[in-house]
């Protein structure tokens, strides 16, 4: 009687699920072939307990995301940087887009949190905004995606996600960048801090190229270019950083 009433509860919310998978849908771009994928990616293994046999959880699913995540981003970092970046760097990059805030951000920009099936205790404790539920949540829908539309439909997906991101990831992802490994390294053995000058900006206005001067007591000790002022200034403590410590990154 106890898993009668509880699917009982449940039903109507199953019923509103099925009416917005349109809605879920169009948040991500995509049709699916298979419905149930999409139900799947968006259940919580929480929400089986209460509910009872028959339904499965996004668990595999994530594992396969993960996964295709990974290799896909991998793809689009090598194709944007791989010119001005080390496997090192790339791996930094890499790391920082797939971490969880980066995947929690993502899911909340698509309203997963809102079409989660989970079970009544887990929603009743924040579980549409817990942060590991949302992550699982992206890479079980990146793995739906794979397995309905195959390959090109889940690079279609991510292109649209991570396409803002990629072009953080020099900044954000290099946690220890080389501009701040320069400066501690200059401040160390020089006391003073490099300056970096802009020296040039071309292109059109939806395609800048900048190029950056690094100056050590207004000498000129290397030059580094890129698609931002940023990226530029990152490339050229890269080369002062390659003469001062011997390094290759």
């Known amino acids: 009687m106890l898993v009668?009433?509880?699917n009982f509860y449940y039903m109507?919310?199953?019923?509103?699920f099925e009416n917005d998978i349109a809605l879920i849908e169009a948040r991500l771009g995509y049709n699916f072939k298979d419905k149930a994928l999409l139900m799947q990616a968006l259940t919580h293994r929480s929400f089986l307990s209460e509910v009872g046999a028959g339904i499965k959880d996004n668990e595999n699913l994530e594992f396969l995301g993960d996964a295709v995540l990974e290799l896909i981003v991998s793809d689009m970092l090598f194709k944007r940087f791989s010119e001005n970046y080390r496997e090192g760097d790339l791996t930094k990059m890499r790391a920082y887009l797939v971490s969880e805030p980066r995947l929690v951000?993502?899911?909340k920009a698509l309203e997963l949190g809102s079409v989660l099936r989970l079970s009544h205790g887990e929603e009743k404790s924040g579980?549409?905004?817990r942060p590991s539920i949302?992550?699982?949540a992206f890479e079980a829908v990146t793995g739906a995606i794979y397995l309905d539309g195959g390959f090109v439909a889940a690079f279609s997906f991510l292109k649209e996600q991570f396409t803002p991101l990629i072009e953080l990831a020099p900044?954000?992802?290099l946690m220890v960048d080389y501009k701040s490994r320069l400066q501690e390294l200059t401040q160390k053995q020089y006391h003073f801090a490099p300056t970096y000058r802009l020296l040039e900006v071309s292109g059109p206005?939806?395609?800048r190229f900048f190029r950056v001067g690094l100056f050590f007591n207004e000498k000129e000790i290397s030059q580094g270019s890129g698609k931002t002022k940023k990226e530029a200034e990152?490339?050229?403590a890269k080369a002062a950083l390659e003469n001062l410590e011997g390094i290759s990154s």
């Open 4 to 6: 009668v009433s509880i």
């Open 205 to 207: 206005d939806h395609r």
């Open 134 to 136: 949302l992550a699982d």
């Open 12 to 16: 109507p919310f199953l019923m509103d």
């Open 171 to 173: 900044d954000r992802g």
């Open 105 to 107: 951000e993502l899911a």
């Open 234 to 236: 990152q490339q050229a």
């Open 127 to 129: 579980g549409r905004q």
